[in-house]
């Protein structure tokens, strides 16, 4: 428990980072931790509310209660609460001490404007999306489509499990056991290959936690595979050097799982709720005794209209009749990710939606408006900057706007129309679907392609790729990431450090021409490019980096039509190298654009790089 909050006359709101130098910003930290207080875990309030300063493993709070909710009134008899009049709610659950208050503001003026360097030199990461919907074998989305009887999460359950009346996703989780993940193995091929950072999940919507979670009992050391699954992923990836994320996305949850409250329609359970109507006294003598089902599922929320039949875009509003459970349901939210923070001081975290912030009220972040993403980043960079002397990790704020600083942004599957330099950002997507599933394609040229897009546009990429329920790879996703890693050995001076130029590249008639978006399948497997196709990079030695998006034929010729001597400050080239290759390559530079003439590229696959000096 923290201690009684004591009152502290020290100014920490007064300080910028930026105005300062890193060395004096350490010794501020440094007097905030310890001159300042005469007791190692002494707690202090400013104007944010209660904080915790210290030794940097902060005793968090204890798990408070669920409060009582009301009596669940009809399905969809309610409207939503107003979110545009509903002034923003403080929270005020512990954080820790610093100069970040829980404001957008004073987390723009203090943060650092090099801390994400190091993404920008990375580049390409594998995103680790695994947990336990990857033993329905249904894709994403899993545990809540198991809920709904057209779907073949459902049929699948149903083969498996009968039906989820009876049975249903804390079942999933009981006999989930990746025996055969090897997160160290995994790391050292990821870095082989050439991904140089790791996004690892936290907690999906299911709302099962992945380590030894103080906060939730329904975790995978206590259930499945009484592992602490994120724990050995942090532990590997720091042996190898790597830099790693955390990614959270149980703000869904409470909405995500309304499926578990509704009824059977078919067969000897037509009119039964499904198990998501399940109370702590129920599990007595069963295998889930002492555990709150409440805890996993959350509360049903179907009362308000439209909550119990949208598909994936969710009515916006405010669970009004619920803002003791929201004030509780957020601060746990909360106290999650710093719990993660305190135990493995990942490089970065991450929070999923399609709103701006977590809790904004509006689409993935209906329920409930509040600052609790402003006050968990806030204590996330104090922590930062007195565990490691600065502020050197970031937040991914899914779809946050630009102009904020200590925030990077994504693009799920699509991409910017133009580069993209007024935010830093990482272009995610998955091999198949956000969890495994039979039958997906496995296509190296997909994600290299992926890649390029990305990188052209000034943006990193993180891919998904499928691991198994038992922990292990297909066999040809394992021959994918090998193809990558070929790739990447003979290209990667091209894409590490690199950024992107004036444009992303060039197609027929101007026009560029890209790779499906979405997930990785058969559609982007089969898309075809023409040598016309290019894409550009600037890299760290100042090459002009050209890439084809196919292997043209020997002796062919490409042009690049935006390195040629009519355009205003037209670079002049002095030389042309193609990475890989040893070859003399024959080059004119003309008033159309540079004509590059193609060499034996027999054993090149994908793309070439002619990198321009």
């Not at 039906?163 to 990821?190: C, F, H, I, Q, T």
């Not at 050995?232 to 790693?244: Q, R, T, V």
């Not at 509704?262 to 109370?279: E, F, Q, S, V």
């Not at 803002?323 to 601060?331: E, M, Q, R, S, T």
Request: hydrophobic share 35%; proline share 6%.
């Amino acid at each position: 428990m923290i201690k009684p909050l004591q009152k502290t006359s020290f100014p920490v709101e007064m300080y910028s980072l930026k105005k300062i130098n890193q060395g004096l910003a350490v010794v501020i930290a440094a007097l905030m931790l310890c001159g300042c207080h005469t007791t190692k875990m002494a707690a202090s309030v400013s104007k944010a509310g209660a904080v915790w300063v210290g030794d940097n493993n902060p005793s968090l709070p204890d798990p408070a209660p669920m409060p009582p909710v009301p009596p669940t009134l009809p399905v969809g008899s309610i409207p939503f609460g107003d979110t545009a009049n509903l002034k923003e709610v403080k929270t005020g659950f512990p954080m820790s001490n610093g100069p970040f208050e829980p404001t957008w503001q004073s987390i723009n003026s203090n943060y650092p404007e090099d801390a994400t360097n190091w993404l920008r030199e990375a580049k390409f990461g594998i995103w680790v999306h695994f947990g336990p919907q990857a033993g329905g074998e249904s894709g994403d989305w899993f545990a809540r489509k198991m809920y709904m009887e057209d779907r073949l999460a459902y049929k699948n359950h149903l083969e498996k499990y009968g039906s989820p009346v009876d049975s249903g996703y804390k079942e999933v989780l009981r006999d989930w056991n990746p025996e055969k993940l090897n997160p160290a193995w995994y790391v050292n091929l990821y870095n082989q290959i050439g991904s140089r950072f790791l996004l690892i999940q936290g907690v999906h919507h299911d709302n099962f936690d992945l380590w030894n979670s103080k906060y939730q009992p329904w975790n995978s050391v206590n259930i499945g595979p009484h592992r602490d699954i994120l724990g050995e992923w942090a532990k590997a990836i720091k042996a190898n050097g790597m830099h790693f994320g955390v990614a959270f996305h149980h703000e869904y949850t409470w909405w995500w799982w309304q499926t578990a409250f509704r009824n059977d329609t078919k067969g000897p359970n037509a009119g039964k709720m499904y198990d998501g109507r399940l109370t702590l006294a129920d599990g007595k003598g069963k295998w889930w005794e002492g555990l709150d089902p409440k805890l996993l599922y959350g509360i049903d929320l179907r009362e308000y209209k439209g909550m119990d039949q949208f598909e994936y875009n969710l009515p916006s509003g405010i669970f009004a009749r619920h803002l003791d459970y929201a004030k509780w349901y957020v601060d746990r939210w909360a106290l999650r990710m710093l719990d993660v923070v305190s135990k493995y001081d990942p490089d970065f975290i991450y929070t999923d939606g399609n709103s701006t912030q977590p809790f904004s009220g509006w689409n993935s972040g209906t329920g409930y408006k509040c600052d609790a993403d402003q006050r968990v980043l806030a204590s996330y960079f104090n922590h930062a900057l007195a565990k490691h002397g600065k502020v050197d990790v970031f937040s991914i704020t899914k779809f946050h706007p630009a102009g904020q600083n200590g925030v990077v942004t994504t693009f799920e599957g699509w991409y910017p129309d133009s580069v993209k330099t007024d935010q830093p950002w990482i272009g995610e997507n998955a091999v198949g679907d956000w969890f495994y599933g039979p039958n997906y394609v496995y296509d190296a040229s997909s994600v290299i392609h992926f890649l390029l897009e990305y990188v052209s546009k000034d943006g990193a990429y993180a891919v998904s790729i499928p691991i198994m329920p038992d922990g292990s790879l297909d066999t040809a996703c394992l021959k994918m990431l090998y193809q990558i890693g070929d790739w990447m050995k003979i290209n990667s001076k091209a894409i590490y450090g690199s950024k992107g130029w004036k444009i992303a590249g060039e197609g027929h008639g101007g026009k560029l021409r890209s790779i499906p978006g979405g997930n990785i399948g058969k559609e982007q497997a089969d898309f075809t490019f023409s040598p016309e196709d290019l894409r550009f990079t600037i890299g760290k030695d100042g090459g002009f980096n050209v890439f084809t998006m196919m292997i043209p034929g020997a002796g062919s010729e490409i042009v690049v039509h935006s390195l040629g001597t009519q355009k205003q400050d037209a670079l002049k080239v002095k030389t042309v190298k193609l990475l890989g290759s040893d070859a003399n390559i024959v080059w004119r530079q003309a008033e159309d654009g540079l004509h590059i003439v193609v060499p034996d590229v027999s054993n090149f696959k994908t793309s070439l790089c002619f990198s321009v000096y």
